[in-house]
């Protein structure tokens, strides 16, 4: 693959790109992050590109999909339209400032004169000369997983660029019979939307649309694909987006262009590693992953500069993956998710600092480790909250990590709280019990009062300093399990680990102590103890309850999610599964059927907890996060079991009203 | 219209209905409420209406939508398919206990050797004399608001019955020739789900779809139109329903027979009302609302039943409804709508017992209210929680609302937890400060330690007494201010009143104690007094804050809110339009313009605090609830006045690199 290293923008000064870009051909991939709805500060940084890419003279500047209004907008412009009014101003003044270089800018597209169907078309326009040169519409609109586009989008009845003039009057009665390609300097460009890339016949075994725009184009006569895009990571994504890109351009005989946002947005963490691949399937140029960049390349020259992907991802891009509990080959990219996603969540809400308890655990730990990597150690406060069960070495462990990490650190006990609750709260249940009787002889009252006292001081320092929200440090093997307190450990202005199972938090927090510029940051004691929340005595030992004996081994429990989520085993299935952990240790038949009698009935019970989580990352390849997955929480009595056809009609022969 | 009283099935033993279904042509209406995945549960339930049906000699018996395992489904199918396998399994076996009645059984139906597009249908079955006879399909989708049909479910690409034999395996590619209307003792069917039914060009001024149905069933000459549906109910929804089909049976001159879904699933109410509209566009047979029913129609003959609906709303029927503060004809429906929405929400999950604060305020007050009449008074348990700020009529309000409803009450105090926290956290914050200089002088921390301490009580109750969960009792007004402690009174198993504003809230308070068998239940000065939730002292007055000093008057505020909602105004509008409230108050335009830059600099910093909430009931025509409207919570930095031609040009000419 040939190298330009000329191309670099940071290395090269304005004059030497324009020798570089003056026999014409190159592409400018402005690989921006955006803001909800922010178009004054997206429509700024949408300018300067386009100015800088007038500047050195490239043929054609891209732009991310919707990157006037940022995607997703989810429900937005149906409750405040105004907003794509004035997106539609922005737009016009934004051709208004161009030149010879092409800018290709995507944006909210009102349906004016609609007759049926949806109110928005999502559209990138072609601006040239001063104005608006070309339409052209998204055809294929995702909606599953974290993508919502048909609730308010409709799909484009035609593939490629349609009329100026068309804008915002657009609709299947006046799709104009010219040209469908943009031809610029003799080069003809086929323009297309995100999904519309997605569609290759032969690649996926089960397409999801009908049509597929990018046959369609090459038909057409298109010599270079176009594509913008907001496409998220998640694992095993950047694996499928490579294999797909390469062989979509293989096969179509065709370079890819495709440009792609980067930045957060809530739960939705966008990698940006824009991309340039020739119809050979050959990647030729790179943009960085996970932070704001342009490049430039020459697609039908093959021209252009290749930033490395995210460690340990290029090892698995033609992987099948299986469940191994091995996570190796994604920690960087699981490193750089969060971090980008804890940093665009406070920049965008105008939020600087964290606070965290920090336990001396694993779960705190990491937590601890990715604000400080994400905000700067002087903006995290973490706050050892001893209580009785509280072992030395904890409350050691969580000052030895503060120290490594020089973030802010105090001790403070929470006896006097739990103590005071706990006569409080028994005034109460004494007053309660007359008129309820049953009350439980053992409950989680105690374990609980612990953790909501440790939250008490944590939202109270988030109303008492500016700017600053704690940290809610439940990971998802214990939020399946519902093994997290409401207002306690649960409650926070964000969860950083909330989609990071505890068997990859122990490969992560492994990875974090060897990879990050100053080692060993977590203490080594943190990641060889068993897990325990320290919130009460196991009755059968004596000590404090371990959570793998108040649950099931993580090993375990991470393979039956794991599973559950990216082969949708059922209860049965994983009955007759040989899990990696049962290669590992004997289970008894016994033992592992109540194991997963427990995952379904605490998982059942656990729906609540998903439904009010807060602003967490989507990190695996299938999530808890609700803007990724519902299921209704009442649907609690589901019996995953499953049912034989005798018991079927021995149930059904009962029937009478 | 023709009333057969003989038809009521209540009155009438089985011989009598025998001798009045003789003639033929009479179907039953199971208006069943299901729950999701809860296929054993669902299918004795239809069991019991096939095996009544056939006793009395029906030709048919009709289930709401998807009636086999529950509507929504949500993504329940796509991370567990099992359940769509063993939904299969229970159909087949449906099948086989039917004899000369059809039963129309709504399900999931896998594709199993689909092409392209998503992995299922939803679909009706025709059962009879043993076996399936046809099946029918959703050709439209609805994907907006609380809707989600197209993230799983491919749409149908034929109208009306295929043959049985499609079964699992339909496609465009197979679609019968033959007939798609269902003919039944000499009688022609045409079967339609849910939306098929709401795309009428000629009533919907701006229809969803391409594609209308009841055309097309009637130009293959359906007699009668047969709907199975789940539609929720919400504000205005009766009004739109009524009207549309009694255009849609009027204007194609057919009868049509709607048999929807009752029950609440999570957030959302479905009100049953199933009926008949004649080929006049008039109801023949109505079902009752809010409760289980099964009603005997003819509908060529327009014989049925016409249960009342829903006290006030018939008085709405014809209205365009403005916003007047008058809320009186839709306030049974709210009633009933969370009445049904709690109820349901406790049995399918399982739980029996609430228990919440009684401040004294309206929104407790109303909580409670609801509460006992949803579980029984003796399920419900009022704690008056005063601190040094709660006034002695609030108090004394707090237990007269309790003996009132003859609910089990209780008072404590927080101080000793309020005491110790406040001493517990400035020790905590004089640690802080040593590193973050710049506390607040002036904090809401000493309010939320009010509201989190209650909390704590009432979460402790819900750990300590069996099946029990803590009432969130914010409002819709409070809520899309923000004016709601996080882990404070915002937090609870359910959150009753979320969707209803505050000017509605007083109006439904007189309608409660004018309406419910036990009369004021609700002391007079709680609906008198000026709301505040007596957390802080007012510096200017130096009695405690009123809440609409801290916000607004709650009748611009509502006004604000509905407007957006259902008119969808934008900051220029609201500036330019006269509100009720300025009608009856001078209101000077600084003031309101104040009074609009609050509303949305509050609102963009309460997207948090809905994606957080509890589950609530969906009762207004739009709302908040995250089931129905998603905001990225990162765009706080939408600017809502907009930008002028001139500002936006000034801003872009500033644009370099």
């Not at 921006?32 to 800088?52: E, H, M, Q, R, V």
């Not at 101003?89 to 270089?101: C, D, N, R, S």
Request: net charge neutral; aromatic share 10%.
């Amino acid at each position: 693959m040939p190298l330009l290293s000329g191309i670099k923008t940071e290395e090269n000064d304005i004059k030497d790109l324009q020798v570089i870009t003056a026999g014409g051909g190159f592409v400018g991939l402005a690989q921006i992050n955006t803001s909800i709805g922010d178009l004054k500060n997206n429509a700024l940084k949408i300018a300067k590109y386009i100015n800088y890419a007038e500047t050195i003279n490239l043929d054609m500047v891209i732009f991310p999909e919707l990157a006037l209004i940022g995607y997703p907008v989810y429900d937005l412009i149906e409750r405040h339209p105004f907003i794509v009014d004035e997106n539609i101003k922005w737009l016009k003044e934004l051709a208004g400032i161009t030149q010879k270089t092409a800018a290709i800018v995507g944006f909210i597209e009102p349906r004016e004169k609609f007759a049926e169907g949806k109110r928005y078309y999502n559209s990138v326009a072609i601006l040239r000369n001063g104005k608006i040169e070309g339409i052209v519409r998204k055809s294929l609109l995702p909606n599953y997983s974290e993508f919502n586009d048909y609730r308010y989008i409709e799909p484009s009845p035609v593939v490629g660029i349609q009329p100026a003039d068309t804008l915002c009057h657009f609709s299947a009665d006046n799709v104009s019979k010219s040209e469908i390609i943009y031809a610029l300097n003799s080069i003809k460009y086929g323009i297309t939307i995100c999904e519309d890339l997605w569609n290759n016949k032969d690649f996926f075994e089960k397409p999801m649309y009908a049509k597929d725009p990018i046959t369609e184009l090459k038909n057409a006569g298109a010599e270079v694909i176009i594509n913008c895009s907001a496409s998220p990571t998640r694992a095993r994504k950047e694996q499928l987006k490579h294999n797909m890109l390469a062989f979509t351009a293989f096969s179509q005989k065709l370079p890819i262009v495709y440009v792609n946002q980067v930045g957060a947005v809530d739960n939705i963490s966008f990698d940006g590693a824009s991309r340039g691949v020739n119809k050979y399937g050959d990647i030729f140029a790179r943009a960085k992953s996970f932070d704001e960049d342009f490049i430039i390349v020459n697609p039908l020259k093959s021209e252009g500069e290749i930033e490395p992907i995210t460690d340990g991802l290029e090892k698995s891009l033609n992987e099948q993956k299986v469940f191994t509990l091995e996570y190796e080959s994604d920690l960087a990219r699981t490193y750089k998710t969060i971090i980008q996603g804890i940093r665009d969540y406070f920049n965008k809400c105008g939020l600087k600092r964290a606070v965290l308890g920090l336990s001396g655990g694993l779960d705190s730990s990491v937590c601890a480790v990715l604000l400080a990597d994400a905000l700067g150690k002087e903006n995290v406060f973490g706050i050892s909250m001893p209580s009785k069960l509280t072992s030395s070495e904890s409350k050691s462990d969580a000052q030895k990590l503060a120290n490594n990490l020089g973030i802010n650190f105090t001790e403070i006990s929470i006896k006097p709280m739990v103590d005071t609750t706990e006569v409080c709260l028994n005034d109460l249940f004494k007053k309660i019990e007359k008129k309820w009787a049953d009350r439980y002889s053992n409950s989680f009252t105690p374990d609980n009062i612990q953790a909501r006292s440790r939250a008490m001081y944590l939202w109270g320092i988030s109303n008492e300093f500016p700017s600053c929200i704690p940290i809610a440090t439940s990971d998802k093997s214990e939020l399946y399990m519902g093994y997290a307190t409401v207002n306690g450990d649960m409650s926070g202005g964000f969860a950083p680990i909330a989609d990071v199972p505890k068997t990859k938090l122990f490969a992560f927090a492994r990875w974090l102590n060897l990879n990050r510029t100053s080692k060993n940051a977590i203490p080594k004691s943190v990641i060889e103890k068993k897990p325990g929340a320290e919130l009460a005595i196991d009755p059968k030992t004596g000590k404090t309850l371990n959570a793998e004996d108040a649950l099931m081994p993580y090993e375990f429990l991470d393979e039956v999610i794991w599973r559950i989520e990216n082969k949708n085993e059922s209860y049965k299935d994983l009955v007759g599964t040989e899990f990696v952990y049962e290669n590992k240790c004997y289970v008894s038949r016994q033992q592992k059927v109540e194991w997963l009698n427990k995952f379904y009935d605490r998982m059942s019970k656990a729906l609540y907890k998903w439904a009010i989580l807060p602003p967490s990352i989507i990190v695996e390849s299938r999530s808890i996060n609700k803007a990724d997955y519902t299921q209704p929480i009442t649907s609690g009595k589901i019996n995953y079991k499953g049912y034989s056809i005798a018991r079927i009609r021995q149930i059904l022969s009962q029937a009478n009203l």
